[in-house]
Structure formats: structure tokens, C-alpha cells
């Protein structure tokens, strides 16, 4: 699988990695896409404490200890919980950072990790302190690097401006183009990477779309679209790409932008999995294929948190 660059340091992540947040809670079945995707080629594994109060990470741990020097292992922080207990706190303090990374790095069976990344972060945050975090962590090795995972364009310029991230994870998909306006354009200007989360819009971008079983979550739309327009626009994205999938238009459309290092697509069956394997590995999208996709989207940019 074709591996790209995360920023500008010596990580080289598959251009689909495996948001494990999806994997579930049953340990066989979680290992077993987790297995399916490692020997499929993806290196990039994405997980987060506050993911089933630790028990992702723990899955994630299991599954990579023997082959822990081959893969880049991402996690997240800043979410303070206590296990058994419902609900959870945001937490960006350095005091939290350190103690819960140990939580991490216990739970993952490692002692380190490639991206350590703040899950979350508001403009009212003792920034300097969270970046003071990183640092010292990975000053003593514990973390390779760090990012960010947000789509508060005001939070991201602070990072950008004030930090070594090399990478910020956010929302991007066809059906929610906001971080074209104004985000991802910093980014590439300051070699910062994207890591695409939702890439496939809540199951909008595939083939299962306008199954039943979707009827429910279909009425409500999808951000700016109403329900007719959702439809509309899944048909227009298959007309424009005769002959691909929907999860194969959506990921190559993310891929087609060079700031994007890897789209993370979530999977719940291996079934899945391999939809997204092929979607990622498939031959990109041409110029005019990502024009007319344009043209017949939507390009609204982000109504708050504004640059």
C-alpha cells in the first residue's frame, strides 16, 4: 500500500489507516480487523484513551506487540474519565497529559508512541501549558511526535503558529468540504498534514447509502444538505465517476489534495475493512472528475471558530 509523509518528520503512513474507535467491544472480532488491516498493509493505527474508557487501546496493544517497530501507533489525550463511571471532563492540563499518557503507554504495551495527539482543544485552553506537555514527552522520548485533532480553524492557528505539530486530524469528506475554505490551505503552507477522519460522512458515501436501515438517519440530511439533496448528490458523484464505488469516490477525493497523508476510515466488520482497502488502493480521480465534484458540492466554510 502507497505510504505518505506525515509533515515533515520520519513517519510514513498508509494513505488509509484504521480508526479503531469502530472495532467494537468483543476482543476476537477487534483483533481480527485489526489483524486483517495490518496484514493488508495499513501501518497507521488510530486510537484514543477516552475510546471504551481504555479497552481500545488495550485491544490495539494486544494486537501489535509483535510487530510494534513496522506500524505507527497514534492515540489521543485530553479527555479525563474514570473507568466504570459514565461521562468524561476535558482535561488539557499538563498535570493530566503526564499522567495519562503512562495510562496509555500501559494499556498499548509500548513505551512510546509515534503520534500523541490532543483530542479536542478550545481557544480558552492554557495553550503554552499543552504545548509544554509535548514537548518534555518528547524530549524524553515517550512520544515521537504530536498533533492535534480538531476543526476549530482558531485553535489550529494557534498550534500552527505555536507549536511543532505535524499533523492535525479533522473532519473532511465530500459532503463536508469546510476545511477547504481556510485550513487546509495554512497546512500546506506550513507542511503540516491532514489526517481525514470521516471520510465516508456517516455511511453516506457508500454503497449502503439508501438502505433502509438508513432511512431513519437519511431523513435528519447531513449538515447543510436536506435529505433530497443528500440524494441528489450521491447520484451525481456515481454519474461523474462512472464505475467506482461511492467509498472509492469519497477517499480518492480526499487523497487527490496533497496535504491529506492518510484518510483514517473506520470499520466494524472486515468486510468493511477491505471496502476501504480497495476504495484507497483504486487509481486516483482526474482533474475533471475532482472539478465537477466540486462544482456539485457544496463549499460552505466553517460558520464559527473562524480565522
Not at 515533515?8 to 467494537?24: F, Q, R, T
Not at 437519511?218 to 444538505?225: C, E, M, P, S
Request: glycine share 6%.
Amino acid at each position: 500500500m502507497k505510504k505518505r509523509q506525515i509533515g515533515n518528520s520520519d513517519l510514513y503512513a498508509s494513505v488509509v489507516g484504521l480508526g479503531c474507535m469502530s472495532i467494537g467491544v468483543e476482543e476476537e472480532s477487534a483483533r481480527r480487523i485489526i489483524d486483517e488491516a495490518i496484514d493488508a498493509g495499513i501501518n497507521y493505527l488510530d486510537t484514543a484513551d477516552l475510546y471504551d474508557q481504555g479497552l481500545n487501546e488495550e485491544f490495539v496493544g494486544k494486537a501489535i506487540k509483535a510487530k510494534r517497530q513496522e506500524l505507527i501507533i497514534a492515540t489521543k489525550v485530553g479527555n479525563r474519565f474514570e473507568r466504570g463511571k459514565d461521562g468524561w471532563s476535558w482535561d488539557p492540563s499538563k498535570k493530566h497529559i503526564m499522567n495519562a499518557v503512562k495510562d496509555s503507554l500501559h494499556r498499548l504495551q509500548t513505551d512510546y508512541i509515534d503520534l500523541y495527539q490532543l483530542h479536542g482543544g478550545t481557544m480558552e485552553d492554557y495553550i503554552d501549558e499543552v504545548i509544554d506537555a509535548f514537548e518534555e514527552l518528547k524530549k524524553e522520548g515517550i512520544i515521537r511526535y504530536y498533533g492535534i485533532s480538531s476543526i476549530r480553524p482558531t485553535v489550529i492557528r494557534e498550534y500552527v503558529n505555536r507549536s511543532s505539530i505535524i499533523s492535525v486530524m479533522m473532519q473532511y469528506s465530500i459532503l463536508d468540504r469546510r476545511p477547504e475554505e481556510q485550513v487546509l490551505p495554512l497546512l500546506k503552507e506550513n507542511h503540516i498534514s491532514v489526517l481525514a477522519r470521516g471520510p465516508v460522512a456517516k455511511g453516506f458515501l457508500t454503497e449502503r447509502s439508501f438502505d433502509r436501515s438508513k432511512q431513519d438517519l437519511f431523513a435528519k440530511g447531513y449538515l447543510d444538505y436536506s435529505p433530497e439533496e443528500l440524494e441528489a448528490v450521491v447520484n451525481t458523484l456515481k454519474e461523474i465517476c462512472h464505475g467506482r464505488s461511492l467509498t472509492e469516490i469519497g477517499l480518492q477525493y480526499l487523497l487527490h489534495h496533497s496535504s491529506v497523508a492518510s484518510v483514517i476510515a473506520g470499520a466494524s466488520t472486515t468486510r468493511q475493512l477491505r471496502e476501504n482497502i480497495d476504495a484507497a488502493s483504486s487509481s486516483p480521480l482526474t482533474e475533471d472528475e475532482v472539478a465537477q465534484i466540486q462544482q456539485q458540492t457544496k463549499s460552505l466554510g466553517y460558520q464559527q471558530h473562524r480565522l
